[in-house]
């Protein structure tokens, strides 16, 4: 079955960029999605990008896309202790009925 | 934010006894999702929804049905829980950003507890 990984921690010094890595096994994916998830609170969708594309950038988040390599990467830059989370890549494995399958979690510790 | 509600927030129950959770959203989508987040595996989706009366299995449904009778309320029954359930569930919905892909939303999750 399809299959996403992630690193489960990574820890930044405030103000520098964050790299939050994921890789994925399934080549039919077509949409891949990062989430953040504060303590306590449900999934926010920060940003996806379409698999035809290689990079998407939204303020301080840039999206990179390896398609080859099945790598996708969210860099926060300037991070600040607001990012300090919980971020999830996903993947739309079956295109036309949305499932989604989810990373384990990168848990973003921020460093004053 | 999207309109979703879970109901209860929080919940301790006893082994054996039946649970049933409540999502409800009011914009009008037609999908629907129940989750579970546990550490180490991020969120694994229980059922889902692609319509009224229309559900299907995810990738770790034993244990647990669904009913969507009306399309604002999807409704999660453990019919007998066990303290392997003990996890948060998450319920979403799906909905078209403005570039028009479809994507999910979040409700604030259902902590519950099985002792």
């Known amino acids: 079955g399809e299959d996403v990984e992630q690193s489960l921690f990574l820890s930044v010094r405030e103000g520098d960029s964050s790299v939050i890595n994921c890789t994925y096994t399934d080549s039919s994916s077509t949409y891949l999605y990062w989430y953040k998830q504060e303590p306590g609170a449900g999934l926010q969708l920060l940003t996806y990008?379409?698999?035809?594309?290689d990079m998407k950038q939204d303020q301080r988040l840039t999206v990179l896309l390896n398609k080859k390599d099945k790598h996708l990467s969210l860099r926060i830059a300037d991070t600040q202790t607001g990012d300090s989370a919980i971020y999830f890549c996903?993947?739309?494995?079956?295109?036309?009925?949305?499932?989604?399958?989810f990373g384990t979690g990168t848990r973003l510790t921020i460093i004053p | 934010d999207a309109g979703i509600t879970q109901s209860p927030r929080h919940k301790v129950t006893e082994t054996g006894t039946p649970v049933t959770l409540r999502c409800h959203q009011t914009e009008n989508h037609r999908y629907m999702y129940w989750y579970r987040q546990d550490p180490g595996h991020g969120l694994r989706l229980i059922h889902y929804?692609?319509?009224?009366?229309?559900?299907d299995k995810g990738e770790v449904s034993d244990g647990y049905s669904v009913s969507r009778s009306k399309t604002e309320d999807f409704l999660l029954t453990l019919e007998s829980a066990t303290s392997s359930q003990t996890s948060v569930y998450f319920c979403?919905?799906?909905?078209?950003?403005?570039?028009?892909?479809?994507?999910?939303?979040f409700g604030p999750g259902t902590r519950l507890l099985v002792l």
């Open positions: 990008i379409f698999s035809n594309m």
């Open positions: 996903a993947e739309i494995s079956n295109f036309g009925n949305e499932k989604l399958t």
């Open positions: 929804s692609y319509g009224v009366k229309d559900t």
């Open positions: 979403a919905i799906s909905g078209r950003e403005a570039g028009g892909q479809e994507t999910q939303y």
